[in-house]
T-cell receptor
Framework: GAVVSQHPSRVICKSGTSVKIECRSL??????MFWYRQFPKQSLMLMAT?????????EQGVEKDKFLINHASLTLSTLTVTSAHPEDSSFYIC???????????????FGNGTRLTVT | DQQVKQNSPSLSVQEGRISILNCDYT??????FLWYKKYPAEGPTFLIS?????DKNEDGRFTVFLNKSAKHLSLHIVPSQPGDSAVYFC?????????????FGKGTLLTVNP
C-alpha cells in the first residue's frame, strides 16, 4: 500500500530555535499534501494545504510566517516551525493524496507523525 | 465550533462482541464520511468510508451506517478482536472537496479485551 514517511518521529528543541519536519510519499506522487496538528485529547486540526510548485494555503488562525511550508517536488513537503515556543509543542502529522487516484473520496495516506517538544 | 463530534472518548468491549462507535456532525455540506484507525506512535490509516447518498457501507467486519436526517453515523465492528484496539477517528469531507479538507472528530479509544 501507499506509504508516507515522516521524519523525524520525535524532536526536542530549545525555545527560539527552528525545526524542520519532512514528509515524503514513497511510492506515489502527491501534488497535494496536508499538515495537521493534534493536541492531547483533541482532534487532528488541519493547519495548511501544501501544493507542489505553489504557495501553501493556510487555515484560519495558523501563522504562515511561523509555520513555513515548502512543497518542492511531487514526493516531498516540509514544515518548518520557526522560532519555536513551548506552546508549539504538539503532534504534527502530514498526509498526502495519490495524484493518480485523486477521486474525491479516495483516502489520504498519513505519515506517522512528529512529536515536537519545545523546552 | 466542532463540526464533527465523537462524544465517547473511550469504549471497552469484550472480544467477539460488537463494537459501536458513534459520530455526530453539524456541517450539512459534508458529502463523504471516513473512518480512520490510529495506533499509538503511528499515523491514522483509512478504514472505511460512506457517501452521503448511502445509508450503509460494509467491508468485512466493518460496517458504517449513516443517518443523514439525524446527522449521525456509526461504525460497527463485529466480531471485535484485540487487534482492533486503537483510536478511531470519524472525519467529514465537504462537497466540492477537491482540496480534500477533512474535518476530524476527537477520536474514540476502543479497547477490546481478550
Amino acid at each position: 500500500g501507499a506509504v508516507v514517511s515522516q521524519h523525524p518521529s520525535r524532536v526536542i528543541c530549545k525555545s527560539g530555535t527552528s525545526v524542520k519536519i519532512e514528509c515524503r510519499s514513497l511510492d506515489f506522487q502527491a501534488t497535494t499534501m496536508f499538515w495537521y496538528r493534534q493536541f492531547p485529547k483533541q482532534s487532528l486540526m488541519l493547519m495548511a494545504t501544501s501544493n507542489e510548485g505553489s504557495k501553501a494555503t493556510y487555515e484560519q488562525g495558523v501563522e504562515k510566517d511561523k509555520f513555513l511550508i515548502n512543497h518542492a517536488s511531487l514526493t516531498l513537503s516540509t514544515l518548518t516551525v520557526t522560532s519555536a515556543h513551548p506552546e508549539d509543542s504538539s503532534f504534527y502529522i502530514c498526509s498526502a493524496r495519490d495524484r493518480l487516484r485523486a477521486r474525491v473520496n479516495s483516502p489520504l495516506h498519513f505519515g506517522n507523525g512528529t512529536r515536537l517538544t519545545v523546552t | 465550533d466542532q463540526q464533527v463530534k465523537q462524544n465517547s472518548p473511550s469504549l471497552s468491549v469484550q472480544e467477539g462482541r460488537i463494537s459501536i462507535l458513534n459520530c455526530d456532525y453539524t456541517n450539512s455540506m459534508f458529502d463523504y464520511f471516513l473512518w480512520y484507525k490510529k495506533y499509538p506512535a503511528e499515523g491514522p490509516t483509512f478504514l472505511i468510508s460512506i457517501s452521503s447518498i448511502k445509508d450503509k457501507n460494509e467491508d468485512g467486519r466493518f460496517t458504517v451506517f449513516l443517518n443523514k436526517s439525524a446527522k449521525h453515523l456509526s461504525l460497527h465492528i463485529v466480531p471485535s478482536q484485540p487487534g482492533d484496539s486503537a483510536v478511531y477517528f470519524c472525519a467529514g469531507l465537504p462537497s466540492g472537496g477537491s482540496n480534500y479538507k477533512l474535518t476530524f472528530g476527537k477520536g474514540t479509544l476502543l479497547t477490546v479485551n481478550p
